[in-house]
T-cell receptor, first 115, second 111 residues
């Protein structure tokens, strides 16, 4: 059983489109994250979401919005896609604060290509 | 200014040739330093967490150490299967509980 699964694995789309990436974790964790890994393999936090509290990295454009229907899911919606959005997006999860939150479990990534 | 700097960017070793990867950090109020391994096409996989200077952790051929300014990941007698990108990350007072990653060291071990 995959602990953190995200779909799709690959996403190719045109500039200006709106797309979503889904993420699900079966670890019972309380906190979920979205990270972006650019072409230089630099991994940067985009959002963290814990018990309905959303912490947003101030550098993330408001075209990106996380949506969490329940504790096990954190989807990423992207509006008006731009060329610069091309990257690999990773979902991750961890236990609640104070319970070893350091150990992040990552999904296998979604490679987004905007043409 | 980068808060977490890893060196070298890439390292090529022969099988059995021991070496070390470096992770230096400039943040204050460190709450933890973490090492992850990332294989091509996959998400990072947790290796170690270090909390205070002088702390050491070991796993198979890997040993992580921490000082007040940097961490080392020592690889003893590496094998080809140790080839991967090794990522260092920190959590500190100003990171809102999030991990801030370095750019990684790509390790290649040739048989």
């Amino acid at each position: 059983d995959t602990a953190v699964s995200q779909t799709p694995k690959y996403l190719v789309t045109q500039m200006g489109n709106d797309k979503s990436i889904k993420c699900e974790q079966n670890l019972g964790h309380d906190t979920m994250y979205w990270y972006k890994q650019d072409s230089k393999k630099f991994l940067k936090i985009m959002f963290s979401y814990n018990n309905k509290e959303l912490i947003i990295n101030e550098t993330v454009p408001n075209r990106f919005s996380p949506k969490s229907p329940d504790k096990a899911h954190l989807n990423l919606h992207i509006n008006s896609l731009e060329l610069g959005d091309s990257a690999v997006y990773f979902c991750a999860s961890s236990q609640a604060a104070g319970q070893g939150t350091e150990k992040l479990f990552f999904g296998s990534g979604t490679q987004l290509s905007v043409l | 200014e980068d808060q977490v700097t890893q060196s070298p960017e890439a390292l090529r070793l022969q099988e059995g040739e021991s070496s070390s990867l470096n992770c230096s950090y400039t943040v204050s109020g460190l709450r933890g330093l973490f090492w992850y391994r990332q294989d091509p096409g996959k998400g990072p996989e947790f290796l170690f967490t270090l909390y205070s200077a002088g702390e050491e952790k070991e796993k198979e051929r890997l040993k992580a150490t921490l000082t007040k300014k940097e961490s080392f990941l020592h690889i003893t007698a590496p094998k080809p299967e140790d080839s991967a990108t090794y990522l260092c990350a920190v959590k500190y007072g100003g990171s809102q509980g999030n991990l801030i990653f370095g750019k990684g060291t790509k390790l290649s071990v040739k048989p």
